[in-house]
């Protein structure tokens, strides 16, 4: 079984920054294809990033693009959400998830870190 931890979220005022991590344990890591979504209150969770194995290659939700950045650490075993410019629409519960095959269903998923944006 593999184990996805969140952390780095908490409240920041409009404009301002925060860095989001994600722990991975179990298997390998950079085996992974791994994502960042996201839940804000009362709509459906929406993608937000993603990143190949080794990093080279990364994609966003055009609500992100140009703020946020998605990196990887293959040897923490970590992945992360820089998030630049923030505005009270961010305001989320961001997950992180990670699959082993692209065009397939994420299979696994974090319990999730609360960011709050401040107006």
């Known amino acids: 079984q593999v184990q996805l931890v969140e952390s780095g979220g908490g409240l920041v005022q409009a404009g301002g920054s925060l860095r989001l991590s994600c722990a991975v344990s179990g298997r390998t890591f950079s085996s992974y294809r791994m994502a960042w979504f996201r839940q804000a209150p009362g709509k459906e969770r929406e993608f937000v990033a993603r990143?190949?194995?080794?990093?080279?290659?990364?994609f966003y939700a055009d609500s992100v693009k140009g703020r946020f950045t998605i990196s990887r650490d293959n040897a923490k075993n970590t992945v992360y959400l820089q998030m630049n410019s923030l505005n009270p629409e961010d305001t989320a519960v961001y997950y992180c998830?990670?699959?082993?095959?692209?065009?397939?269903?994420?299979?696994?998923w974090g319990q999730g870190t609360l960011v709050t944006v401040s107006a």
């Open positions: 998830a990670a699959r082993l095959q692209f065009g397939t269903p994420y299979d696994y």
């Open positions: 990143i190949s194995r080794n990093g080279d290659s990364t």
